[in-house]
Structures are given as structure tokens and as C-alpha cells.
């Protein structure tokens, strides 16, 4: 779109000419008067093109800044009546999970950032997959591993994400359960290292996880957990992540 030379009317200083555009400033002289805009805000209420074709072209870029606005006040909006809701859910001290990859595969774990609950292993839903009735939309998921040949006291932690934000555990019949997009993390097993029954009082000569996949464990420990992520995370980029995703745990589940 070229404005230059084009006739425009300003409510206010009358009739003038374009005479230079540089990025989002525009220039105009008004009978020797130059001034200075923001293009196209300018347009909105103060500015008119006389040429009609560029006029348009002009409302039409006014109208597509205005929708992009829209979008992201809605986006802000719904952001905001989310963490209220979640806020607003009673908090179960323990509504967070972890896994122990018996079911799962680190590889498809990473690659669809998803993870199944396993199956019941007794009673009337036997070979059904398990629904995790406690977790909700503030629920986290912990990733862990046994490496081969290694005692049980040896499993490691390997990463986490929050579910997704409409997600709700009841609900979830099927058995799986979907990251949400910004709020997880893998560790980097060669040189992030921590070891998941670190994080409980037990007999270390009588460790077992068991048949199970999923296991529930409490808020707090989530918490020490993702903290301690914080200080064995090298890079820069994957720290500000977890920093994100760790106050965001502490938020809706209102840990301070």
C-alpha cells in the first residue's frame, strides 16, 4: 500500500498530503504544518484517505488489528476464568499422580505426551482401564523409571506435566491422560538425576512399586519435587520452563 503523495483529512487540521511512512509512523503536511501519526491507528478516528480504494484497504488492516485484539483480550479472559475455576476446586492433599513406566513407554510417553493409567488388576473391573477419579484439573503427573538390572531403590525420576486444562478424572474412562501444552518437562537422565523414593519415609530394604501404573501421591510432594527439578535442570531454557510450570502448580493448588 503506497500512501505517499496521497490526499488524506484529519478532523482537526484539515486537508493535507503523505509525505513519508517509516514502519508505523506516517507523515503528513498540512499546508506547511508537517505532523506525525501512528499508522494506522491514526485511521481509527482522526484520519481519512481521501483515495477510497486506500481508504478501504485501510479499514481493512483497522479491522484485522481490532480482531487480533479481540482475540487476545478473549484469550486473556479465558485464561483468567480458568485459574479462577481451578482456584475455585476443592483441593484434595492427594491429587497428583505418579507412573511407573510398567505399561508405558518412555518413547511414546515423549512422543505423544500422553500416558495410560493401566489397568485394574482385581476386582469386578479387572482388565479395565484404570480412571483416575482423583485427579483434576490441578493434578500433575510424575514420570518415573526402573533401569534395567537396577534395584528398586534406584528408580528415577524423569520428568512431569500438568494435565490438560479440561481435563477431569472422573471422566476418564478410557485411561489416558494428555499433557498440557506448556507445563512439562523431561529430564535429561545422563545428567539430571533424582530418585523417586527420596521422597518418601520407607524401609529401603523392602521397596516394591508393584503391578500398578499409577500411583496417587500428596500435593506437597509434587511440590518438592518440581523445586527440586528447578536445581538439577541445567539450561537456561528448560529452568524458565519449569520455573513457570512450578508456580503454576503452587498456584492452583494453592501451596505457597
Known amino acids: 500500500m503506497n500512501l505517499i503523495a496521497k490526499k488524506v483529512r484529519h478532523i482537526k487540521?484539515?486537508?493535507?498530503?503523505?509525505t513519508d511512512k517509516r514502519g508505523d509512523i506516517i507523515e503528513i503536511d498540512f499546508s506547511g504544518s508537517n505532523k506525525k501519526f501512528h499508522f494506522p491507528d491514526a485511521f481509527y478516528k482522526f484520519i481519512t484517505c481521501m483515495d477510497s480504494e486506500i481508504q478501504t484497504g485501510i479499514e481493512t488492516?483497522?479491522?484485522d488489528t481490532l480482531e487480533i485484539e479481540r482475540q487476545k483480550e478473549e484469550r486473556e479472559r479465558m485464561e483468567q476464568e480458568r485459574i479462577q475455576r481451578i482456584q475455585q476446586l476443592k483441593v484434595s492433599a492427594n491429587s497428583q499422580a505418579a507412573f511407573g513406566l510398567i505399561e508405558n513407554s518412555?518413547?511414546?510417553v515423549l512422543k505423544t505426551w500422553s500416558i495410560c493409567t493401566g489397568k485394574y488388576i482385581s476386582g469386578n473391573s479387572k482388565g479395565k482401564p484404570r480412571v483416575p477419579n482423583r485427579l483434576r484439573l490441578n493434578s500433575a503427573c510424575l514420570l518415573t523409571e526402573l533401569p534395567d538390572g537396577?534395584?528398586?531403590k534406584e528408580r528415577r525420576i524423569i520428568g512431569a506435566f500438568m494435565v490438560q486444562d479440561d481435563f477431569e478424572?472422573?471422566?476418564c474412562e478410557d485411561g489416558i491422560i494428555n499433557s498440557h501444552d506448556v507445563y512439562r518437562i523431561f529430564l535429561n537422565k545422563t545428567k539430571e538425576e533424582l530418585l523417586f523414593w527420596d521422597y518418601f519415609e520407607s524401609n529401603?530394604?523392602?521397596?516394591?512399586w508393584g503391578n500398578t501404573e499409577m500411583k496417587y501421591v500428596s500435593n506437597a510432594c509434587m511440590q518438592k519435587v518440581l523445586d527440586d527439578m528447578k536445581k538439577v535442570v541445567r539450561d537456561e531454557e528448560r529452568y524458565k520452563i519449569l520455573e513457570y510450570f512450578y508456580e503454576y502448580?503452587?498456584?492452583?493448588n494453592k501451596l505457597d
Open 106 to 108: 518412555e518413547s511414546e
Open 61 to 63: 488492516i483497522l479491522n
Open 169 to 171: 478424572g472422573k471422566k
Open 249 to 252: 502448580f503452587c498456584k492452583v
Open 204 to 208: 529401603t530394604k523392602n521397596l516394591k
Open 150 to 152: 537396577m534395584k528398586e
Open 13 to 18: 487540521f484539515g486537508e493535507g498530503i503523505v
